[in-house]
């Protein structure tokens, strides 16, 4: 454990990351990597030139040529597959040597902490600065509890002589208290209300994240009974602050739906290169070419490739019609047999989330662009394996397009925190406390069907779907959940909701991601025979996976610990299965 945790250099601990960092940086300054403590900590611009390395090193969209890596937690799901099967849901990861979980940002941290209150200035000058450390480091650790559950919790950095070296994990929910009590503290010292336009962290942002936390911990609790249960559950309590924190969010009545004024565009706006003054957008990460920052989504969408990833029949199943009927039971449903069939009179958002021919991709010399037909046939890192290809987050804007040369050129903004996920966590958590009413349904879910023009969802209207993925819960609970789905897909929330769930079972266990349906009107040009189809539809991990995903219940939901960590530290106990 020493050697993972605890033996970080301080080169390592203090490294700028100037790329990153928005705000001007003196460069008069004592190099970092050689801090000591009679040179540093005696200013406000000291404390923040520190805090400042953990947003660059924090949130990104996908730097590089890995458009997958934008959507891992979605792609660990039932939603999307890659070309080549998550070793995860395949129940294939093998416990690490070494590696695993990593503290080197919460040990940095912990080091802020450990000497901020040297600094001379006035406490208000650097709270805001304060609130940003203990985001990160609530950020931080609650990314380990996702992974492992149980870690061991240090809020203050170790030498080689430290007897926390040593400890036994911390109890999950004890670790998320800790967790929300340092939102608590971020939420009493960050400024509200968008900061820098919505790209630095605001109290606001840390009241969504506190609701999103405590709807994770007390669904987890409530559903994961078995091996991965906590002593003591208390779900009620924690459902309860995510209502709460979500709530307060409510009323200030700062943010809402962003909803433009070209109603068929009007979930369509993940791609715009500025977010600053879109209400629904809390906090973002801006990109900048001219920086040297970019991303690779732009480029694979712009482009017409798939990124290796697509989306899956089940995740394109669980829209609506218009009529606010699923597709078992409404009269609008036309069938799948191609792309526009599939797509007509469903929910807008589809059609603002996967490819149909036509769709606009980008606008050269004043000439537009257009889709033609999913990526099927391209190379292994560009292809759509499903035929179901992802347009979420792209811009055809000519102006954005302009320097599409390589996978790194996108600077289009990438959404982190947003409003409509306020409003979901607040309906959910409600529900799942059986507190929900019609009153709470009308101000936040009505909302997001309003935007697209959807029917609003009504409580005592709801027929049963015989295709309801979570048949023994309750029908708001299904639909609730179909929501999330439909509303979040590709913003890395869907692994997420079926670990908290609890649902591999339902959802994960024995299947196989098939895509849409190979046919001559999408695809004129090819030939099934070149492609892995079962009942017709596309089959991209038939051969990988002839008996579906072997995804173990009793195990695969938190990650094993690296048997280094063990070795250097007998108090660890190892994960269930492991």
């Not at 991965?228 to 309860?240: C, E, W």
């Not at 079972?505 to 009107?521: A, M, Y």
Request: charged share 25%; glycine share 8%; proline share 5%.
């Amino acid at each position: 454990m020493k050697s993972k945790i605890f033996n970080i250099s301080m080169a390592v601990l203090l490294i700028m990351s100037l790329a990153g960092c928005e705000d001007a940086v003196d460069l008069n300054r004592y190099p970092l990597d050689m801090i000591s403590s009679e040179d540093y900590w005696k200013t406000t611009s000291d404390l923040e030139l520190y805090v400042n390395q953990f947003y660059s090193g924090t949130f990104w969209a996908g730097e590089g040529d890995q458009l997958q890596g934008n959507y891992s937690r979605d792609i660990q799901s039932d939603d999307m597959t890659y070309v080549e099967a998550n070793a995860r849901l395949r129940g294939s990861m093998s416990v690490p040597s070494t590696g695993g979980w990593d503290y080197s940002k919460i040990r940095s941290i912990n080091y802020f902490f450990a000497n901020y209150e040297r600094c001379g200035d006035s406490f208000d000058s650097y709270k805001a600065i304060l609130g940003a450390a203990h985001f990160f480091r609530a950020f931080y650790y609650f990314g380990l509890v996702r992974e492992y559950g149980d870690v061991p919790y240090l809020d203050k950095p170790l030498d080689t002589n430290s007897e926390e070296l040593y400890m036994a994990r911390t109890p999950r929910n004890q670790v998320v208290d800790a967790i929300i009590a340092d939102l608590d503290k971020a939420i009493s010292y960050l400024p509200e209300g968008k900061q820098l336009g919505g790209t630095k962290l605001s109290r606001d942002v840390a009241i969504l994240f506190k609701s999103r936390i405590c709807l994770y911990e007390g669904t987890w609790e409530k559903y994961q009974t078995g091996v991965f249960g906590v002593s003591n559950p208390n779900p009620s309590k924690y459902l309860t602050l995510a209502v709460e924190a979500a709530e307060a969010l409510m009323q200030t009545g700062s943010y809402g739906i962003y909803n433009p004024s070209v109603p068929q565009w009007n979930y369509f706006f993940f791609g715009e290169i500025d977010h600053s003054n879109n209400p629904e957008v809390l906090f973002w990460k801006k990109y900048d070419l001219n920086l040297g920052i970019g991303h690779a989504n732009q480029f694979q969408m712009a482009t017409g490739k798939g990124g290796g990833i697509g989306l899956t029949k089940s995740f394109a199943e669980s829209y609506l019609c218009t009529d606010g009927q699923p597709i078992s039971l409404s009269p609008l449903y036309k069938g799948d047999g191609d792309l526009k069939t599939v797509t007509t009179n469903r929910d807008p958002r589809m059609i603002q989330t996967l490819f149909t021919p036509g769709f606009p991709l980008q606008v050269i010399d004043g000439d537009t662009l257009r889709f033609t037909r999913p990526a099927v046939d391209q190379a292994a890192h560009t292809v759509c394996p499903t035929g179901y290809q992802l347009n979420k987050t792209l811009n055809w804007d000519p102006i954005h397009h302009k320097s599409l040369d390589t996978h790194a050129d996108g600077y289009t903004g990438w959404i982190i925190f947003r409003y409509a996920e306020v409003l979901l966590n607040y309906a959910e958590a409600k529900a799942e406390l059986g507190t929900l009413t019609q009153q709470d349904i009308d101000k936040t879910i009505k909302l997001l069907r309003d935007r697209v023009g959807m029917p609003n969802l009504v409580i005592s209207d709801i027929k049963t779907d015989p295709n309801w993925l979570f048949p023994d819960l309750s029908p708001i609970i299904n639909e609730i959940r179909r929501e999330r789905r439909i509303e979040f897909v590709a913003e890395s929330f869907r692994w997420d909701d079926i670990a908290r769930w609890a649902a591999a079972d339902e959802l994960i266990v024995g299947k196989r991601p098939l895509g849409g349906k190979f046919n001559s009107i999408d695809y004129p040009d090819l030939s099934a025979a070149d492609y892995k189809l079962t009942d017709g539809y596309f089959d991209p991990l038939k051969e990988q996976l002839p008996d579906g995903f072997g995804f173990k219940l009793d195990r695969d939901y938190l990650s094993p610990i690296a048997t280094q960590e063990l070795t250097l530290n007998p108090n660890l106990k190892q994960n269930p299965g492991w």
